[in-house]
């Protein structure tokens, strides 16, 4: 079988890229245990991102303009959310799971958290052991700690915490419940991952200290509502980021 591959006219145009994911859950999170109004510009339209503002707003949290890129979030301020009376459906999104443990784990009530066949599947003991140090009760399957999982928070302690792997949705977890410590929070990590939290932590009015492959956060903190503006997805945009190159594609052994 062959195929073959002619470039004729140019692609130009302008589009805008859709927002990042990693991003739009943060803001969506830290927008609910802040104080005030959270304004998200460019938010993601995904699933991953309606699971994390769905489970938000079964735990009391009002969001304006879910579904759409524009998404207006008021803020519990700090640990205020209410108890969801059903459990709440992550579906495949392992940082909504992962990220609400972390905030989860300074409530005094109990949660459930679940997902769908896959999430399930998928062991949440990195963010499970480091919360339970802090003060969380936190239970689920085997020793991998498999959802559904059972959360009951309280008063948090600090820790220090060096993780066995890198993981920006573990550091992140940890760093969510320490905002809620009376102290500071340390976590150590084997290799560099995203800052995302670092970064929005600090727009949002916490204290972070960065130094090197250590991440510290003061508690308790008192997030400020902001206005995130999200940027766009580089993946999203690698489709539409090419340069037309007939000769090469003709030549290219891939194509003979």
Not at 42 to 58: F, K, M, P, R
Not at 112 to 136: C, E, F, H, N, Y
């Given at each position: ?118 999430l399930q ?20 399957r ?66 972070i200290?960065v ?46």
């Amino acid at each position: 079988m062959k195929l073959i591959v002619r470039g004729k006219a140019k692609l130009q145009g302008a589009f805008s890229v859709p927002g990042d994911k990693s991003i739009s859950h943060r803001a969506l999170l830290l927008g609910a245990i802040a104080t005030g109004k959270t304004k998200v510009e460019n938010c993601l339209v995904a699933e991953d991102v309606l699971s994390t503002a769905h489970c938000l707003q079964q735990l009391g949290v009002q969001i304006d303009g879910v579904g759409s890129p524009f998404i207006v979030v008021h803020g519990a301020g700090g640990a205020n959310l209410k108890q969801s009376d059903e459990p709440l459906d992550c579906g495949n999104s392992g940082t909504t799971m992962r990220l609400l443990m972390g905030i989860l784990a300074a409530h005094t009530f109990e949660s459930w958290l679940t997902g769908d066949s896959s999430l399930q599947k998928r062991p949440m003991d990195r963010v499970a052991i480091p919360l339970q140090r802090m003060g969380a009760k936190v239970e689920g399957r085997t020793e991998r700690y498999l959802p559904p999982i059972r959360i009951r928070g309280g008063k948090l302690r600090p820790i220090e915490w060096a993780l066995p792997v890198a993981s920006a949705q573990a550091k992140s977890a940890i760093l969510l419940a320490g905002l809620f410590a009376d102290g500071t929070t340390l976590v150590h990590e084997p290799a560099p991952s995203r800052d995302h939290t670092e970064r929005m932590l600090q727009a949002f009015g916490a204290k972070i200290f960065v130094k090197g492959l250590t991440v510290a956060v003061v508690g308790p903190a008192k997030l400020k509502g902001t206005t995130v503006i999200v940027p766009g997805d580089p993946s999203s945009a690698a489709f539409f980021c090419v340069r037309q190159q007939p000769s090469l594609i003709r030549k290219s052994p891939h194509w003979a």
